[in-house]
């Protein structure tokens, strides 16, 4: 079955849509005049966060680490302009991003000359620089009215967006309205940047009728060959954003479950082995809201290690053992996430983890403060995530905690101005919603909700986007969404 050959109609929808068809009177006569309509029905698809399980700080000395997807999304709605409309926009209201592009002023010639054309199926491993310098112009007017600071940020995503755009698209690519919404906190550690990028790739060639699936009979290396496409495309775009992206951010949003990743040579890129099976768990990710500098961070610990060789050393070779510890743990057959007895092993390793962390001496009182609240209500297994010194914690929590427990650590957490999640750590990663309709319960003759342009811009906030489109429901997992997904 070829990759363009849709198993589940998305493709095959494409395909039939009319794109310039008659219209009609309501009596059903044809006029002579054709209607210029869209090139396809609006469509979403969407990517999750991360967050580092197990390794932070020893990953930077050629060590093992575990990141693994969590429940915080970014949904980007994708909706094609008539025929005669030939502008692009992107629209990022979570960060106050708007901009529209003529698509015939775009540089396209440079981008699909002769040495410079790239494909589907190729693989990108850096950026080009001619390419990089014909684009430029095209970014010069955007957010000309914002600070320098948050200008910058704008100008990362719509490079990220266009690099996408000129290398999959051509210059007969119809108008459309690409539209962002993410409930992944941003500059957090979470991987929001590749989020977004891994939602652009999946749309783009979805777009250009590259990806095959997704359905629940797709055979796993089919979906692994689908999920490797949308992968490589948004490492170009955490390139065009990040400039050197270790690449383990966009694999975790694109393929979901969680990542075993190791790089002892900083001139290559790093070993990265996949943890399919990983189970889905109950999480609380908690903000402190506390500024952090990871680069100050590292510098604590390289300090550290200078000074003390041989202690620091050993902290380093405990902490990747303690994730090669989980790795083994999660790949056990007896391995139960619903009981009590296989969560523990796992969350005595994140306690480890943790001490060891601190050891490093890159946490901070408000990190400890969240772990001393879960540990007083007895709910869960607590660390921090990332470089620490602030930034987030995250909490496995026990199987049935009761909801007076929970509710009291929420509500210090609240009056103690925390920023909290109750997510799922080990969720799918991209999926599509083709078409983008949902049932929520305000259905139309034809059994959904039509997601428009004006519902998901004005969705308010993470729990109104959740609300509106969200993966899941309030009864579940939505069935609308389709994931590729892979077992070992």
């Not at 750590?425 to 929520?440: E, F, Q, R, S």
């Amino acid at each position: 079955m070829s990759s363009a050959q849709s198993v589940n109609g998305i493709t095959e929808d494409m395909e039939k849509t009319e794109v310039n068809g008659p219209r009609k009177t309501r009596r059903g006569i044809p006029l002579d005049r054709k209607q210029s309509t869209p090139m396809m029905p609006p469509f979403m698809v969407s990517a999750p966060g991360k967050v580092i399980v197990f390794g932070e700080h020893a990953v930077v000395y050629g060590k093992a680490a575990i990141a693994a997807a969590v429940s915080l999304r970014s949904y980007l709605l994708v909706t094609a302009l008539s025929k005669s409309k030939r502008t692009i926009s992107l629209r990022f209201p979570d960060i106050n991003l708007s901009h529209t592009w003529n698509l015939d002023d775009l540089p396209w010639s440079t981008f699909s000359q002769p040495g410079k054309k790239k494909y589907y199926y190729d693989l990108v491993t850096s950026l080009d620089p001619e390419l990089v310098a014909a684009m430029k112009p095209h970014l010069a007017d955007v957010s000309l009215d914002q600070p320098d600071d948050i200008r910058k940020v704008h100008q990362n995503s719509a490079s990220c967006f266009l690099y996408l755009l000129l290398s999959l698209g051509s210059q007969s690519f119809p108008g459309c309205l690409y539209t962002l919404r993410s409930t992944i906190p941003i500059a957090a550690g979470l991987g929001s940047s590749a989020s977004i990028s891994v939602c652009l790739a999946s749309a783009l060639l979805l777009q250009i009728r590259t990806l095959s699936g997704p359905h629940p009979d797709q055979p796993s290396e089919e979906a692994r060959l689908q999920i490797e496409r949308i992968n490589r495309w948004a490492f170009v775009g955490e390139m065009c954003i990040h400039g050197n992206p270790s690449g383990v951010d966009n694999t975790v949003a694109t393929q979901g479950k969680a990542v075993v990743f190791q790089r002892t040579d900083y001139s290559k890129p790093p070993r990265v082995k996949s943890l399919w099976n990983f189970p889905e768990l109950p999480l609380l990710l908690v903000d402190t809201r506390q500024p952090k500098s990871t680069a100050a961070e590292l510098a604590k610990v390289a300090a550290l290690k200078k000074a003390h060789p041989q202690i620091t050393e050993s902290i380093l070779n405990a902490i990747d053992k303690v994730s090669e510890g989980a790795a083994e743990l999660i790949r056990r057959d007896d391995f139960d996430s619903e009981e009590m007895a296989s969560l523990e092993d796992l969350g005595k390793l994140m306690t480890i983890n943790h001490g060891l962390l601190v050891a490093l001496g890159v946490s901070h009182p408000r990190l400890e403060r969240i772990r001393e609240l879960v540990d007083h209500e007895g709910i869960g297994w607590t660390k921090l995530t990332g470089a620490g010194g602030g930034g987030c914690a995250i909490t496995l929590l026990k199987p049935g905690v009761s909801q007076e427990r929970l509710k009291r650590l929420e509500d210090t957490l609240d009056r103690e101005n925390y920023r909290r999640f109750e997510t799922t750590l080990g969720c799918d990663g991209v999926g599509i919603l083709w078409p983008a309709v949902l049932k929520n319960g305000t259905e139309d003759d034809m059994g959904g909700e039509e997601i428009d342009q004006d519902k998901f811009l004005n969705a308010n906030g993470i729990e109104g986007v959740e609300e509106l489109v969200g993966v899941q429901g309030e009864g579940g997992d939505r069935e609308a969404w389709k994931f590729w997904r892979v077992e070992d």
